[in-house]
C-alpha cells in the first residue's frame, strides 16, 4: 500500500466539519508520517530558559527517533544537540536533567564542551581531528523564558512567532521563574486526539468539576469562535491592555499559532478549588495586579499553556506512538517563592493534576472506541467544538501540500 498517497487521498476527500477517518489515529503508517512531515519538520517546545538557568545545567527529550540534548553554554547561550555520540551513536546524556561541566558519553568517555565540541576521545589514531567530530546540532531559539527546537535542516522562519508572542510574555519574566512541579502522564491516545480533547470544553461540564470552578466554558474563551464580539472578553481585553499587557486575541495566518488573554471566572484569580491565589508572590514583579485572567498561548503540535498572576501552567505534547502520547505539565512560580511558605504545592497542581488525570480517561476512551470497524467520522459541534475544526484543518493544511511534495524532508546535519 503506498501510505503517503493513501493519506493525501483521504485529506483531499475529507468532509470539513467532521472528524478524521479511523487510520490518522491508529495506523502506525500514518503516524510515521506525522513524524516525518510535522514533527521533524517544525517547531517545537521542549521546555524552559529557567530549567537550564545555569551554564552545564541540561534536558533531555525524545521526539520520534531523535534524542535530543538542550544544554547551556558557558557563554550563557542555550543549544540543543542530537543525543548522539559520534564514536559509535550511544546516547551522551541518559538523565531526563542534570548539570555537568562537560558532556561525557558513558559508553567509551568521548567528552564535549558545553558548545558540542569533541574535547576528548581517549586513544585513537594519530591522524584523528577532534574538530570533525563534534555533537550534530539541532536548530534552537529561545522566547519568552520558553525554549523551541527544529530537526528540519532548513527550519521554518522563527522569528514572526517570536514577534507575536514576545510581547504577551515579556511582563510575566518566566525566563526568571522556577518550575515548582513537573507531572508527566501518558496518554493511550494518538496525539491529535489529546489536541482535539483539549481543543474544546463541549466536554468540560461532565468531566471537569475542578476546573469548572475558576475556567470558563464559552467557547470564545480561545479566541477562535467569535472573541471580537464577546463583550465579555473586550472588556478583559482592555482591562489588561491598560495595565500594560497585550491580551487581544492574534493567530496567524495559518494558523499554527495563537494568543489571547481570557477572563476566568466571577472573582478568580487561580486555578484553585476555591479561585484564590495559589501563590502568595506574582508570577513576575512587574505584574502588579492578579486580575489578569490567563495568557493562553497554543502553538500546534507540542504546546497549550496558562499564565495566571501568581503562576503558570504549562503543557508539552510529545508522540510516543501511533496509539501513545506523552504529555508533560510544569507548574512554574516566582523565582523567591518558597515552597511552604509562598505555596502549598498540593494546593497549586490539584485542579490540573485532577483535570490531566480527566483528560486522560477520555482520550483513552475516545481512542477505543475510535478502534471499532464501526468507527466513521462525525460531526463537529460549529458552537463548542470551532477550535477542534481550527485544529484538524491546520493539520489537513500543513500535511496534504507536504504529502504531495513525495519527498520526506530531510534532517539538520544527519547524513
Request: proline share 6%; net charge negative.
Amino acid at each position: 500500500m503506498d501510505t503517503r498517497n493513501d493519506m493525501l487521498r483521504l485529506l483531499n476527500n475529507r468532509r470539513p466539519g467532521f472528524s478524521l477517518e479511523q487510520p490518522f489515529y491508529i495506523d502506525p503508517g500514518f503516524y510515521q508520517l506525522d513524524l516525518e512531515l510535522v514533527w521533524y519538520r517544525d517547531w517545537l517546545f521542549v521546555g524552559h530558559d529557567c530549567e537550564v538557568a545555569k551554564p552545564g545545567a541540561f534536558f533531555t527529550v525524545q521526539v520520534g527517533d531523535y534524542p535530543v540534548v538542550i544544554v547551556r553554554g558557558r557563554d550563557g547561550q542555550i543549544r540543543a544537540f542530537h543525543n548522539s555520540c559520534r564514536h559509535r551513536g550511544s546516547r551522551v546524556c541518559t538523565a531526563h536533567k542534570g548539570t555537568s561541566a562537560r558532556l561525557v558519553c558513558p559508553y567509551h568517555q568521548w567528552t564535549y564542551d558545553l558548545d558540542g565540541s569533541l574535547v576528548f576521545a581517549r586513544q585513537m589514531a594519530d591522524d584523528f581531528r577532534k574538530e570533525e567530530f563534534g555533537l550534530k546540532p539541532v536548530a534552537c531559539e529561545s522566547v519568552g523564558g520558553y525554549i523551541f527546537i527544529c530537526l528540519a535542516q532548513e527550519p521554518a522562519d522563527f522569528a514572526p512567532f517570536r514577534a507575536m508572542m514576545e510581547p504577551y510574555f515579556r511582563p510575566h519574566r518566566l525566563g526568571e521563574a522556577k518550575v515548582a512541579h513537573e507531572a508527566t502522564i501518558v496518554e493511550k491516545g494518538n496525539w491529535k486526539l489529546v489536541w482535539e480533547n483539549n481543543r474544546e470544553c463541549y466536554h468540560c461540564a461532565a468531566n471537569h468539576p475542578e476546573l469548572c470552578k475558576t475556567f470558563p466554558e464559552a467557547p470564545t474563551v480561545t479566541g477562535v469562535n467569535g472573541a471580537e464580539s464577546d463583550p465579555d472578553m473586550l472588556a478583559h481585553w482592555a482591562k489588561c491592555e491598560a495595565a500594560g499587557l497585550p491580551s487581544r486575541f492574534r493567530i496567524d495566518d495559518r494558523g499554527q499559532y495563537r494568543a489571547t488573554r481570557a477572563p476566568l471566572l466571577r472573582d478568580a484569580v487561580s486555578y484553585t478549588s476555591t479561585g484564590k491565589r495559589a501563590v502568595g508572590r506574582n508570577l513576575s514583579d512587574d505584574v502588579a495586579t492578579d486580575r489578569i485572567g490567563t495568557l493562553l498561548l497554543y502553538h500546534y503540535p507540542t504546546t497549550w499553556n496558562h499564565v495566571l498572576g501568581d503562576h503558570a501552567v504549562t503543557f508539552r505534547v510529545l508522540p510516543i506512538s501511533a496509539t501513545e502520547t506523552a504529555v508533560t505539565t510544569k507548574w512554574l512560580v516566582h523565582k523567591d517563592a518558597v515552597e511552604g511558605v509562598d505555596y502549598d504545592l498540593q494546593n497549586l497542581i490539584h485542579v490540573w493534576t485532577e483535570t490531566n488525570d480527566e483528560d486522560r480517561r477520555i482520550v483513552e476512551e475516545n481512542a477505543f472506541g475510535i478502534r471499532s470497524p464501526a468507527y466513521e467520522p462525525g460531526p463537529y459541534s460549529e458552537l463548542h467544538e470551532g477550535g477542534v475544526i481550527q485544529f484538524v484543518d491546520w493539520y489537513a493544511g500543513f500535511m496534504a501540500p507536504r504529502l504531495a511534495e513525495g519527498a520526506a524532508p530531510r534532517l539538520k546535519n544527519v547524513a
